[in-house]
Antibody, heavy 121, light 106 residues
């Protein structure tokens, strides 16, 4: 069974940093791209970032480019999202997600339960 | 960026109804269109990919169609478990983009 478990969420002040982790089990982690998707309270889904299976290709939403960094440790089956210069607009539930389809631009079959990030002013 | 516009934003229906949700893309996305269902405080669930390919375990009352820029999700006979929010997603180009969501309510 594929399982994704996010951690690292919390309450921070505007301008601070936070790193999210997503521990993955139940499938061949290094073969598949991973993504972060967020959802602000009461709002819709917003794609944040994707990283290829090997970790070489990375892609970012314009709203986070230059502030967030996605990475992965294929030896530990963990996905990361380093978030710097956080603003109140970054307040959201952050989901990690992956697909059983190879490629980077893919729909996501598997999702974690989410990690809540709250940024106060 | 490709804008995805869903309609309606809210849909009131009853058990047994047939409902259709429309998703329009601001430019052609071929068949790289997915639909998700999300219930309160839960992660989204992938229902359909490549416009019409139903995910394993998704009831056959769900179906998808369309091409180019206009796509639809149809639920043929609503069941109580179907009341949720539905999102379309294009994955033809980065940035991947979602529709704003359609809340299906009683």
């Amino acid at each position: 069974e594929v399982q994704l478990l996010e951690s690292g969420g919390g309450l921070v002040q505007s301008g601070e940093s936070l790193r999210l982790s997503c521990a993955v089990s139940g499938f061949t982690f290094s073969t598949y791209a991973m993504a972060w998707v967020r959802q602000a309270p009461g709002k819709g889904l917003e794609w944040v970032s994707t990283i290829g299976g090997s970790g070489v290709g990375t892609y970012y939403a314009g709203s986070v480019k230059g502030r967030f960094t996605i990475s992965r440790d294929n030896s530990k089956n963990i996905l990361y999202l380093q978030m710097n210069s956080l603003t109140v607009e970054d307040t959201a539930m952050y989901y990690c997600a992956t697909s059983k389809t190879q490629g980077v631009a893919v729909p996501w079959d598997y999702w974690g339960q989410g990690a809540l990030v709250t940024v106060s002013s | 960026d490709i804008q995805m516009t869903q309609s309606p934003s809210t849909l009131s229906a009853s058990v047994g109804d047939r409902v259709t949700i429309t998703c329009r893309a601001s430019q052609r996305i071929s068949t790289w269109l997915a639909w998700y269902q999300q219930k309160p405080a839960k992660a989204p669930k992938l229902l359909i990919q490549k416009v019409s390919n139903l995910e394993s375990g998704v009831p056959s009352r769900f179906s998808g169609s369309g091409s180019g820029t206009e796509f639809t999700l149809t639920i043929s006979s609503l069941q109580p478990d179907d009341f949720a929010t539905y999102y379309c997603q294009q994955y033809n180009f980065f940035p991947v983009t979602f529709g704003q969501g359609t809340k299906l309510q009683i």
